[in-house]
């Protein structure tokens, strides 16, 4: 599904990412895991075209998305999520999905135009209904998301993420800040989009425990390298990985 072909991305004499590569089956749950300052969000960066790219390429379902416009990447079928959330902290969910959905299409804004608007209007609020049960945020639709719990605004942000159908789902970090009971739920609207929706997902993460769970295959970076891959009992067990993690964090 997505193909990550030896990117590497330099920040002057800083190599973060280093002739990275690795393949996201279509339908997996596939966990990007490493120490902070591994250079996870950065290749995640760079796959979604937020951030650089020195070399290497990045294929989606076969295509070359290096050479795609930023501004087509969520037409090719790919939807993200920001380590640090980026939510209309004044409108509410609905209106944030609202957004969400009115960014993605072009067609309906033309066909409000046309006429149509009640018909627009009708679609939209089932396919708002329809993503705030997947992510179990029914009952906080007509709050403003600084008014709500960070677990529930993390899964609004996943909401209007899928709200445009997308085949993949790239995470960063959802996890972090949650407690233990917010990463429970989480783990659980995760594993249903894919298992349930197919939705194909890359989900970075600092936290080994929370990917152990729901990932099928995980990849792990240390200084900008991958150092193990496999499932996660295989990963759990390579001396390599035990070594990085009890080492500490690499960070300065
Ligand atoms: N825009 C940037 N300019 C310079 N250095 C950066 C930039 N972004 C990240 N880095 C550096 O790249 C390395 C990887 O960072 P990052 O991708 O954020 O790691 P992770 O997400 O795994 O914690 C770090 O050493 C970080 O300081
Ligand atoms: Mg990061």
New binding site residues.
């Given amino acids: 599904m997505l193909e990550v072909a030896n990117v590497g991305v330099r920040?002057?004499g800083?190599v973060?990412v280093d002739d990275f590569s690795m393949t996201v089956e279509q339908g997996s749950i596939h966990a990007l895991i490493?120490?902070?300052?591994?250079?996870?969000?950065?290749?995640?960066n760079s796959i979604t075209r937020i951030?650089p790219r020195t070399s290497g390429k990045v294929y989606f379902k076969g295509e070359d998305i290096t050479r795609l416009p930023d501004h087509r990447m969520i037409h090719a079928g790919i939807a993200r999520t920001f380590?640090n959330l980026q939510l209309f902290a004044r409108m509410t969910v609905y209106e944030n999905l609202y957004a969400g959905y009115a960014f993605h299409f072009k067609r309906p804004l033309l066909s409000i135009f046309a006429g149509s608007h009640r018909a627009f209007e009708e679609e939209v609020r089932k396919r708002i209904a329809n993503v705030a049960a997947r992510t179990g945020i029914r009952s906080a639709l007509f709050s403003t998301p600084q008014n709500l719990p960070y677990g529930m605004q993390k899964r609004v942000e996943i909401a209007r993420a899928i709200i445009s159908e997308p085949e993949m789902l790239l995470l960063d970090e959802p996890a972090a800040g949650l407690t233990y009971h917010e990463t429970e739920e989480l783990d659980r609207v995760i594993y249903d989009l894919s298992r349930k929706n197919g939705i194909t997902i890359l989900l970075?993460e600092?936290d080994m425990n929370m990917v152990m769970k729901i990932s099928d295959r995980i990849s792990v970076?240390s200084f900008?390298r991958k150092i193990s891959e496999g499932s996660p009992r295989e990963v759990a067990g390579d001396p390599e990985v035990i070594r990085v993690y009890l080492g500490g964090e690499e960070?300065a």
């Fill in positions: 920040f002057g800083l973060a490493g120490p902070n300052g591994a250079g996870k969000t950065t290749l995640f951030g380590q970075v600092h970076m900008g960070s």
